[in-house]
């Protein structure tokens, strides 16, 4: 079946660094990748929608500047937290769908847990 | 906007009992609904979809009902094990997005 990966699993950093987060579709083609992001005890939010080869489409509410999404292939996603702070501590999920954005079954990665010192 | 809803936000049971969780959604107009789990920490595992002409799925002892008509989805575990003891999130595509409910939390006790 369909596999998502995403790297790395997990990663500490401190305040100001950035942080790359990448999502790999291994074994199909994903026209579309979604990032959500997912607080203890909360549900996914989705953050923002990303095509390739073409400019994310960010949720109301995410700051584009601070969480940069590069679909620049069918097979990787990439989303960048530019100058983490700790308030940016969650649990960032990646999703992928070989066709157009709902209409497929999604397939998710593990997730990517980061802490923000 | 589509809101999803789940009830209860956490759930209790002895080994052996059944499951059934419930998910609410205002809009009707859905493309489809899946059941995932999620273990602590890690990410989801799809369960069951819905496409939005069907009134249910089934896999193993997995069971989950739609009604589009009144906005609900239940699912459906038989004879509950330890090892179905998960968060359980309803999504609904619609408009092109996936929205998640909150999740309920189940423990099956041995």
């Known amino acids: 079946g369909a596999v998502v990966s995403q790297h790395p699993s997990w990663v500490i950093c401190k305040s100001g660094t950035s942080v790359k987060i990448e999502c790999r579709s291994l074994?199909?083609?994903?026209?579309?990748m979604f990032w959500y992001r997912q607080f203890p005890k909360q549900s996914l939010m989705l953050m923002a929608t990303?095509?390739?080869?073409?400019?994310?489409?960010?949720e109301q509410g995410v700051e584009k500047d601070k969480f940069l999404i590069n679909h620049a292939s069918l097979t990787l996603s990439t989303l960048t937290v530019t100058s983490a702070h700790p308030e940016d501590s969650s649990f960032y999920i990646c999703s992928a769908s070989p066709g157009a954005s709902g209409a497929n079954v999604l397939t998710f990665g593990a997730g990517s847990r980061l802490t923000v010192l | 906007k589509q809101e999803v809803t789940q009830i209860p936000a956490a759930l209790s049971v002895p080994e052996g009992e059944n499951l059934v969780l419930n998910c609410s959604f205002t809009?009707?107009?859905?493309?489809?609904l899946q059941w995932f789990r999620q273990d602590p920490g890690k990410g989801l595992t799809s369960l069951l979809l819905i496409q939005s002409s069907q009134r249910e799925q089934t896999s193993g002892r997995l069971n989950a009902s739609l009604d589009k008509s009144s906005g609900r989805s239940t699912l459906y575990i038989a004879a509950s094990q330890p090892g179905d003891s998960a968060t359980y999130l309803c999504a609904v595509s619609s408009w092109g997005k996936l929205q998640f409910g909150a999740g309920t939390q189940v423990v099956v006790t041995p």
């Open positions: 990303s095509n390739e080869g073409s400019k994310a489409t960010y």
């Open positions: 074994d199909f083609q994903a026209t579309t």
């Open positions: 809009d009707s107009a859905i493309y489809n």
